[in-house]
Protein backbone atom coordinates (compact mmCIF):
# COMPACT_ATOMS: atom_id res chain seq x y z
CA UNK A 1 0.00 0.00 0.00
CA UNK A 2 0.83 3.63 -0.12
CA UNK A 3 0.94 4.45 3.32
CA UNK A 4 1.13 2.11 6.83
CA UNK A 5 -2.58 1.31 7.57
CA UNK A 6 -3.63 0.57 11.08
CA UNK A 7 -7.25 -0.78 11.82
CA UNK A 8 -9.36 0.04 13.69
CA UNK A 9 -9.00 3.78 14.37
CA UNK A 10 -11.07 3.82 17.12
CA UNK A 11 -11.54 0.70 19.36
CA UNK A 12 -14.26 1.24 22.67
CA UNK A 13 -13.91 -2.10 25.15
CA UNK A 14 -14.52 -2.66 28.68
CA UNK A 15 -12.12 -3.72 31.31
CA UNK A 16 -10.77 -6.91 30.94
CA UNK A 17 -11.68 -7.70 27.43
CA UNK A 18 -9.11 -9.19 24.71
CA UNK A 19 -8.49 -6.80 21.97
CA UNK A 20 -6.42 -7.04 18.61
CA UNK A 21 -5.08 -4.04 16.53
CA UNK A 22 -3.47 -4.56 13.00
CA UNK A 23 -0.86 -3.26 10.99
CA UNK A 24 -0.49 -3.60 7.22
CA UNK A 25 3.46 -1.85 6.61
CA UNK A 26 4.37 -0.15 3.03
CA UNK A 27 5.00 -2.88 0.88
CA UNK A 28 8.22 -4.34 0.41
CA UNK A 29 9.29 -2.99 4.18
CA UNK A 30 10.97 -5.66 6.16
CA UNK A 31 10.72 -3.99 9.64
CA UNK A 32 7.93 -3.04 11.90
CA UNK A 33 7.37 -1.54 14.95
CA UNK A 34 4.43 -0.87 17.49
CA UNK A 35 4.85 2.50 19.58
CA UNK A 36 2.29 3.43 22.43
CA UNK A 37 1.45 7.13 22.92
CA UNK A 38 -0.18 7.91 26.34
CA UNK A 39 -2.23 11.12 26.50
CA UNK A 40 0.60 14.36 27.07
CA UNK A 41 3.38 12.06 26.21
CA UNK A 42 5.41 11.07 23.20
CA UNK A 43 5.33 7.45 21.29
CA UNK A 44 7.12 5.18 23.13
CA UNK A 45 8.76 2.10 21.67
CA UNK A 46 6.53 -1.58 22.46
CA UNK A 47 8.15 -3.88 19.59
CA UNK A 48 10.06 -3.72 16.93
CA UNK A 49 9.96 -6.79 13.89
CA UNK A 50 12.56 -7.69 11.39
CA UNK A 51 10.97 -10.34 9.43
CA UNK A 52 8.35 -12.54 11.06
CA UNK A 53 10.75 -12.90 13.97
CA UNK A 54 10.24 -10.09 17.04
CA UNK A 55 14.11 -8.73 17.11
CA UNK A 56 13.19 -6.60 20.32
CA UNK A 57 10.10 -6.55 22.90
CA UNK A 58 11.51 -5.01 25.15
CA UNK A 59 8.98 -2.05 25.24
CA UNK A 60 6.32 -4.27 25.74
CA UNK A 61 4.66 -3.19 29.55
CA UNK A 62 3.75 -7.04 30.67
CA UNK A 63 2.63 -10.30 29.80
CA UNK A 64 -0.70 -8.94 28.64
CA UNK A 65 0.62 -7.84 25.59
CA UNK A 66 1.56 -10.28 22.62
CA UNK A 67 2.25 -8.74 19.12
CA UNK A 68 2.74 -11.44 15.81
CA UNK A 69 4.17 -11.07 12.34
CA UNK A 70 3.01 -14.74 11.32
CA UNK A 71 4.47 -13.78 7.63
CA UNK A 72 6.62 -10.68 7.38
CA UNK A 73 4.09 -8.16 6.42
CA UNK A 74 0.58 -7.72 8.11
CA UNK A 75 1.48 -7.54 12.43
CA UNK A 76 -1.19 -7.44 15.03
CA UNK A 77 -0.89 -6.30 18.31
CA UNK A 78 -2.71 -8.13 20.80
CA UNK A 79 -3.90 -7.24 24.64
CA UNK A 80 -5.31 -9.40 27.38
CA UNK A 81 -7.36 -8.59 30.09
CA UNK A 82 -7.09 -4.75 29.28
CA UNK A 83 -6.91 -2.30 31.94
CA UNK A 84 -7.65 1.64 32.05
CA UNK A 85 -4.28 2.07 31.69
CA UNK A 86 -3.89 0.22 28.59
CA UNK A 87 -5.57 3.84 26.95
CA UNK A 88 -3.69 5.09 24.40
CA UNK A 89 -2.98 5.74 20.65
CA UNK A 90 -1.28 2.49 19.23
CA UNK A 91 0.93 3.02 16.61
CA UNK A 92 2.91 1.06 13.94
CA UNK A 93 5.55 2.25 11.94
CA UNK A 94 7.81 0.40 9.11
CA UNK A 95 10.99 1.42 7.64
CA UNK A 96 12.47 -0.53 4.30
CA UNK A 97 15.26 -2.38 5.93
CA UNK A 98 16.88 -3.10 9.51
CA UNK A 99 18.00 -0.33 11.35
CA UNK A 100 17.11 2.23 9.72
CA UNK A 101 16.56 5.64 11.59
CA UNK A 102 13.51 7.09 9.45
CA UNK A 103 10.34 5.03 10.61
CA UNK A 104 6.77 5.79 8.40
CA UNK A 105 4.10 5.98 10.87
CA UNK A 106 0.25 4.94 10.36
CA UNK A 107 -2.39 7.27 11.39
CA UNK A 108 -2.59 4.60 14.71
CA UNK A 109 -5.06 2.82 16.70
CA UNK A 110 -6.96 4.66 19.39
CA UNK A 111 -8.08 2.53 22.65
CA UNK A 112 -9.98 3.64 24.94
CA UNK A 113 -10.82 1.31 27.78
CA UNK A 114 -13.68 1.72 30.31
CA UNK B 1 13.88 9.09 33.68
CA UNK B 2 12.96 10.96 30.52
CA UNK B 3 15.78 11.07 28.32
CA UNK B 4 14.89 13.24 25.30
CA UNK B 5 13.33 16.27 27.28
CA UNK B 6 10.97 19.53 24.73
CA UNK B 7 10.27 21.86 27.68
CA UNK B 8 7.96 24.22 26.03
CA UNK B 9 4.21 22.26 25.59
CA UNK B 10 3.29 25.08 23.27
CA UNK B 11 5.05 27.78 21.35
CA UNK B 12 2.96 30.92 19.13
CA UNK B 13 4.14 32.58 16.26
CA UNK B 14 3.19 35.39 13.70
CA UNK B 15 3.27 33.94 10.21
CA UNK B 16 6.17 34.79 8.29
CA UNK B 17 8.71 35.19 12.05
CA UNK B 18 10.93 32.22 12.66
CA UNK B 19 9.94 29.40 14.85
CA UNK B 20 12.59 28.42 17.18
CA UNK B 21 11.39 24.78 19.01
CA UNK B 22 14.02 22.98 21.29
CA UNK B 23 15.07 19.77 22.56
CA UNK B 24 17.56 18.50 24.98
CA UNK B 25 19.05 15.24 25.95
CA UNK B 26 20.71 12.80 28.60
CA UNK B 27 21.60 9.96 27.04
CA UNK B 28 25.35 10.26 25.21
CA UNK B 29 25.03 7.31 23.40
CA UNK B 30 22.14 8.91 21.26
CA UNK B 31 23.84 10.16 17.87
CA UNK B 32 21.22 10.16 15.45
CA UNK B 33 18.59 12.88 16.17
CA UNK B 34 14.77 13.34 14.56
CA UNK B 35 12.03 15.75 14.18
CA UNK B 36 8.67 14.64 13.93
CA UNK B 37 6.12 16.91 12.85
CA UNK B 38 2.19 15.53 13.87
CA UNK B 39 -1.23 16.39 12.62
CA UNK B 40 -4.37 15.68 14.74
CA UNK B 41 -5.87 12.18 14.14
CA UNK B 42 -2.49 11.68 11.80
CA UNK B 43 0.52 9.68 12.63
CA UNK B 44 3.67 11.93 13.04
CA UNK B 45 5.41 12.31 9.93
CA UNK B 46 9.49 12.50 9.38
CA UNK B 47 10.58 16.20 8.79
CA UNK B 48 14.45 16.33 9.19
CA UNK B 49 17.18 14.37 10.96
CA UNK B 50 20.69 15.10 11.81
CA UNK B 51 23.61 12.70 12.77
CA UNK B 52 26.14 13.37 15.66
CA UNK B 53 28.67 13.73 13.60
CA UNK B 54 27.24 17.33 11.98
CA UNK B 55 25.88 20.62 13.89
CA UNK B 56 23.74 21.87 11.57
CA UNK B 57 21.62 20.46 8.54
CA UNK B 58 19.33 22.15 6.32
CA UNK B 59 15.91 21.35 4.01
CA UNK B 60 14.37 24.45 2.71
CA UNK B 61 12.76 26.11 5.43
CA UNK B 62 13.63 23.68 8.13
CA UNK B 63 16.89 23.28 9.83
CA UNK B 64 18.24 21.68 12.55
CA UNK B 65 21.42 22.46 14.70
CA UNK B 66 23.13 20.70 17.34
CA UNK B 67 25.11 21.06 19.93
CA UNK B 68 26.80 17.87 21.58
CA UNK B 69 28.36 19.33 24.26
CA UNK B 70 25.42 20.67 25.49
CA UNK B 71 23.01 17.61 24.83
CA UNK B 72 20.60 20.41 22.87
CA UNK B 73 19.72 20.64 19.38
CA UNK B 74 16.75 23.02 18.19
CA UNK B 75 14.58 23.44 14.84
CA UNK B 76 13.94 26.49 13.34
CA UNK B 77 11.07 27.10 10.79
CA UNK B 78 11.61 30.48 8.88
CA UNK B 79 9.43 31.81 7.65
CA UNK B 80 6.55 30.33 9.43
CA UNK B 81 3.45 29.35 7.63
CA UNK B 82 -0.34 28.33 9.29
CA UNK B 83 0.23 25.15 7.75
CA UNK B 84 2.97 24.89 10.11
CA UNK B 85 0.74 24.07 13.12
CA UNK B 86 1.11 20.74 14.55
CA UNK B 87 3.06 19.03 17.31
CA UNK B 88 6.71 18.57 16.90
CA UNK B 89 8.10 15.61 18.37
CA UNK B 90 12.12 15.59 18.75
CA UNK B 91 13.63 12.04 18.85
CA UNK B 92 16.46 10.88 19.26
CA UNK B 93 18.43 7.04 18.85
CA UNK B 94 21.51 5.41 19.59
CA UNK B 95 23.87 2.23 18.85
CA UNK B 96 20.78 -0.08 17.66
CA UNK B 97 19.32 2.79 15.04
CA UNK B 98 15.58 0.78 15.37
CA UNK B 99 14.56 2.59 19.09
CA UNK B 100 13.36 6.22 18.84
CA UNK B 101 13.04 7.64 22.11
CA UNK B 102 10.43 10.90 21.67
CA UNK B 103 10.52 13.89 23.63
CA UNK B 104 6.60 15.12 25.15
CA UNK B 105 5.79 17.48 21.84
CA UNK B 106 5.45 20.86 21.09
CA UNK B 107 2.60 22.18 19.80
CA UNK B 108 3.51 25.37 17.66
CA UNK B 109 0.79 27.25 16.47
CA UNK B 110 1.53 29.79 13.73
CA UNK B 111 -0.88 32.66 13.68
CA UNK B 112 -2.00 33.84 10.12
Known amino acids: GAGVSQTPSNKVTEKGKYVELRCDPI?????LYWYRQSLGQGPEFLIYFQGTGAADDSGLPNDRFFAVRPEGSVSTLKIQRTERGDSAVYLC????????????FGAGSRLTVL | DQQVKQNSPSLSVQEGRISILNCDYT??????FLWYKKYPAEGPTFLISISSIKDKNEDGRFTVFLNKSAKHLSLHIVPSQPGDSAVYFC???????????FGKGTLLTVNP
Open chain 2, 27 to 32: NSMFDY
Open chain 1, 93 to 104: ASSQMAGANVLT
Open chain 1, 27 to 31: SGHTA
Open chain 2, 91 to 101: AASGGSNYKLT
